[in-house]
């Protein structure tokens, strides 16, 4: 049985996706019990608890993160659709095209970004919990990897005139 690397590579990227969404919703639901915890504990124990501010903040930063990949796969990310449905198909995967490689470039540009930012501030850890930088940053590394390699196979999709994948191939 042969597999088509076009195959092959849709199949783990609908993986991984589904795999950061479905930490995402991990991380949101740890959000929402923080907010919560935070508020029973300052309105009823006069209490602060600046570990859960912290916590949900890392949760928040992460679930952006790693949903990005999902929502580019999909090609769900805000877009204004109304000059390329305007055009013949031709120039309208031109326009996808030059949308792909500007993705492709925002995404390489933060991976810069990270390996300029992370060895100094990896060194660091955060001042309520005492996180290490690198491990309340490595989703965010982790979601940008994804999305080099999501913008990577969009391009490929583009060129070969491939559908993008929909909701049930990455929730499968």
Do not use: C
């Not at 929502?71 to 326009?95: F, K």
């Not at 660091?124 to 390699?149: C, D, E, H, K, R």
Request: proline share 6%.
């Amino acid at each position: 049985m042969t597999v088509k690397a076009e195959t092959f590579g849709r199949a783990v990227m609908a993986r991984l996706a589904r795999a950061g969404m479905w930490t995402s919703m991990g991380l949101l639901a740890l959000m929402a019990g923080l907010i919560i915890t935070q508020v029973v504990a300052r309105n009823f124990f006069d209490k602060g608890l600046p570990w859960a501010d912290e916590l949900a903040r890392f949760s928040s930063v992460s679930l952006v993160f790693l949903t990005i990949p999902l929502l580019a796969l999909r090609r769900d990310m805000v877009s204004v659709t109304m000059l390329p449905d305007m055009v013949g198909p031709n120039l309208r995967r031109w326009m996808h095209l030059i949308g792909e490689l500007a993705l492709l470039a925002f995404a390489i540009a933060l991976l810069f970004g990270f390996s300029a930012y992370l060895p100094r501030a990896g060194k660091f850890s955060t001042p309520a919990m005492g996180m290490p930088n690198w491990i309340f940053y490595g989703p965010a590394l982790i979601g940008t990897l994804v999305l080099t390699a999501a913008a990577l196979l969009r391009i490929f999709e583009t060129l070969t005139n491939t559908p993008p994948l929909d909701a049930e191939d990455t929730l499968k």
